[in-house]
């Protein structure tokens, strides 16, 4: 069955029906137009980034990442590669329907993105189901477990593997925590596994609240976290909820206090508060930041691309192009099969080795990106640089993502 009849089916029989879910996800690939027999010479991707809604700070960095991973591919390869951008508004629904018309209507071949792991559940198990290769940027252990799929991949550090990676520091600096989480699927599952590496580290859990997301006043509980026996505060909030957060402790003065953890901690987060926020950083476990020593060159290029300044999601989505068009290009094809099988085990021997440093690889038994996580923490101010971009940490440690994933078998993935 070729890619056009496949797609010519699905607004026939609706995509919005489970009946016509089940039926196409017996055809191999409704999206790949190579079918392995020769050099591919054009592909159009897919990128889906919110650029409205509570992360839309986040979605330029997604455009600009995957702009300068096609400025490299195209050039070593000299194949003509179309980025089509979806505002995700990390509204599961609004991004399920954006994927669809993706498919179904503009014909990309692959896709990645997503942010919220909420997103990515949705729009990566629908891609999957129907033969679309797609790379997440989500960091819930469902993603790399329960809500696994076929030909979705993790290219974002776990909660588990940050967790993990935090875990001794987190008891080393305080004995008493209290957690902070949104009240969703990436929450939930990263102030599980926050616990019980606090625990497994000798630390003590003295109170958690799950808190709305996106939520507008965190005052109640940050009452809660002054009125309890805790020394520490973990804050499992993603965004601009975060910064939020973080600038209603500072009002109470909290963050002099307190030791203070940010789980999946990028910089953006604190750039918007300023450098007396930026050095209540004490622990933040990260994919990756502007402070790793790697490819300088590539900060420099986000600096002239973009509209932000270098931080995780730039890398992010710079792999997931970088990995995703080097799959095809092996494979001689877009079909979800083929770069499945190309990406499965895969050691990346890419510009991306350079900018994270360490071994990263594919694991087959559950397509997350194991890859090193990095324990940033915030500089003195003295110490702050500017330019050529905002440099307002530093890390402290970095552990190679074997030390941290978790076992094919306690995933609950089965792939």
């Given at each position: 069955?070729?890619?056009?009849?496949?797609?010519?089916?699905?607004?026939?029989?609706?995509?919005?029906?489970?009946?016509?879910?089940?039926?196409?996800?017996?055809c191999?690939?409704?999206?790949?137009?190579?079918?392995?027999?020769?050099?591919?010479?054009?592909?159009t991707?897919?990128?889906?980034?919110?650029?409205?809604?509570?992360?839309?700070?986040?979605?330029?960095?997604?455009?600009?990442?995957?702009?300068?991973?096609?400025?490299?591919?195209?050039k070593?390869?000299?194949?003509?590669?179309?980025?089509?951008?979806?505002?995700?508004?990390?509204?599961?629904?609004?991004?399920?329907?954006?994927?669809?018309?993706?498919?179904?209507?503009?014909?990309?071949?692959?896709?990645?993105?997503?942010?919220?792991?909420?997103?990515?559940t949705?729009?990566?198990?629908?891609?999957?189901?129907?033969?679309?290769?797609?790379?997440?940027?989500?960091?819930?252990?469902?993603?790399?477990?329960?809500?696994?799929?076929?030909?979705?991949?993790?290219?974002?550090?776990?909660?588990?593997?940050?967790?993990?990676?935090?875990?001794?520091?987190m008891?080393?600096?305080?004995?008493?925590?209290?957690?902070?989480?949104?009240?969703?699927?990436?929450?939930?599952?990263?102030?599980?596994?926050?616990?019980?590496?606090?625990?497994?580290?000798?630390?003590?859990?003295?109170?958690?609240?799950?808190?709305?997301?996106?939520?507008?006043?965190?005052t109640q509980?940050?009452?809660?976290?002054?009125?309890?026996?805790?020394?520490?505060?973990?804050?499992?909030?993603?965004?601009?909820?975060?910064?939020?957060?973080a600038?209603?402790?500072?009002?109470?003065?909290?963050?002099?206090?307190?030791?203070?953890?940010?789980?999946?901690?990028?910089?953006?987060?604190?750039?918007?508060?300023?450098?007396?926020?930026?050095?209540?950083?004490?622990?933040?476990?990260?994919?990756?930041?502007?402070?790793?020593?790697?490819?300088?060159?590539?900060?420099?290029r986000?600096?002239?691309?973009g509209?932000t300044?270098?931080?995780?999601?730039?890398?992010?989505?710079?792999t997931?192009l970088?990995?995703?068009?080097?799959?095809?290009?092996?494979?001689?094809?877009?079909?979800?099969?083929?770069?499945?099988?190309?990406?499965e085990?895969?050691?990346?021997?890419?510009?991306?080795?350079?900018?994270?440093?360490?071994?990263?690889?594919?694991?087959?038994?559950?397509?997350?990106?194991?890859?090193?996580?990095?324990?940033?923490?915030?500089?003195?101010?003295?110490?702050?640089?500017?330019?050529?971009?905002?440099?307002?940490?530093?890390?402290?440690?970095?552990?190679?993502?074997?030390?941290?994933?978790?076992?094919?078998?306690?995933?609950?993935?089965?792939?």
């Open positions: 069955m070729r890619a056009t009849s496949r797609r010519k089916m699905l607004k026939r029989i609706g995509v919005a029906s489970s009946a016509g879910m089940t039926l196409l996800a017996g191999s690939n409704i999206g790949g137009s190579g079918d392995g027999d020769g050099e591919l010479e054009s592909l991707v897919g990128v889906f980034a919110p650029y409205t809604g509570p992360f839309a700070p986040w979605g330029q960095s997604v455009t600009t990442g995957s702009i300068l991973a096609k400025q490299d591919l195209t070593e390869f000299d194949i003509s590669i179309e980025l089509k951008e979806y505002d995700t508004e990390t509204d599961p629904s609004a991004a399920l329907d954006r994927m669809k018309r993706a498919v179904t209507s503009d014909d990309i071949d692959f896709a990645h993105g997503g942010i919220s792991s909420a997103v990515c949705s729009i990566g198990t629908w891609a999957s189901n129907n033969g679309v290769s797609y790379i997440a940027q989500g960091a819930s252990d469902s993603l790399s477990g329960s809500d696994c799929a076929q030909h979705m991949f993790n290219v974002y550090q776990s909660n588990t593997m940050m967790a993990q990676s935090a875990g001794p520091s008891a080393e600096q305080a004995d008493n925590w209290y957690v902070l989480y949104s009240d969703y699927v990436w929450g939930n599952t990263g102030q599980e596994v926050i616990t019980k590496s606090l625990n497994e580290n000798g630390a003590t859990v003295v109170g958690k609240d799950a808190t709305p997301f996106p939520g507008d006043d965190y509980y940050i009452n809660n976290v002054a009125n309890s026996d805790a020394d520490a505060v973990a804050l499992l909030i993603p965004g601009l909820d975060a910064r939020l957060a600038e209603q402790m500072m009002s109470k003065g909290l963050h002099e206090e307190l030791t203070v953890m940010f789980h999946q901690f990028e910089d953006l987060v604190l750039w918007g508060l300023g450098k007396e926020a930026a050095m209540m950083v004490d622990i933040g476990p990260t994919g990756w930041a502007n402070a790793v020593d790697g490819d300088e060159e590539f900060k420099q986000v600096v002239d691309e509209e300044n270098p931080f995780a999601r730039h890398f992010m989505a710079y997931s970088d990995q995703q068009v080097r799959a095809a290009m092996r494979a001689s094809s877009t079909d979800a099969e083929a770069i499945t099988a190309e990406l085990d895969h050691e990346l021997q890419s510009p991306v080795t350079d900018i994270q440093g360490g071994t990263s690889y594919w694991r087959a038994c559950d397509h997350q990106l194991v890859q090193p996580t990095h324990i940033v923490s915030g500089l003195a101010e003295s110490e702050m640089q500017d330019e050529p971009y905002k440099q307002w940490f530093t890390v402290d440690t970095s552990v190679a993502g074997d030390e941290v994933v978790r076992s094919c078998d306690a995933t609950g993935c089965d792939l």
